[in-house]
Nanobody
Framework: QVQLVESGGGLVQAGGSLRLSCAAS????????MGWFRQAPGKEREFVAA????????YYADSVKGRFTISRDNAKITVDLQMNSLKPEDTAVYYC?????????????????WGQGTQVTVSS
């Protein structure tokens, strides 16, 4: 079992940056690939970024590629999402997720542990 708690959300102007962090508990953290998803009001939850168990492989949604960077620290059992050049359309609740696989993956159905989410609001 893995428990996930996100932090770092907030209000930022367009063009600004935020860094989200996901703190995990549980001795099996290294067994999980990790991902970030987001959900805007009235929309389905969508994939943002993922990282493999070792951290050696990453995968991004086209909408954030080149602007967002996912990283993990298996010693500190944290997963971060650095978000630069933010746009109003990035406004959403951001969720950290863990999936029992090695690969960095965008399939939401492959993730079975979720955090409670953190709000990111980008003003124009």
């Amino acid at each position: 079992q893995v428990q996930l708690v996100e932090s770092g959300g907030g209000l930022v102007q367009a063009g600004g940056s935020l860094r989200l962090s996901c703190a995990a508990s549980g001795r099996t953290f290294r067994s999980y690939a990790m991902g970030w998803f987001r959900q805007a009001p009235g929309k389905e939850r969508e994939f943002v970024a993922a990282i493999s168990r070792s951290g050696g492989s990453t995968y991004y949604a086209d909408s954030v590629k080149g602007r967002f960077t996912i990283s993990r620290d298996n010693a500190k059992i944290t997963v971060d999402l650095q978000m630069n050049s933010l746009k109003p359309e990035d406004t959403a609740v951001y969720y950290c997720a863990a999936g029992p696989t090695n690969q960095a993956m965008g399939d939401i159905g492959r993730y079975d542990h979720w955090g409670q989410g953190t709000q990111v609001t980008v003003s124009s």
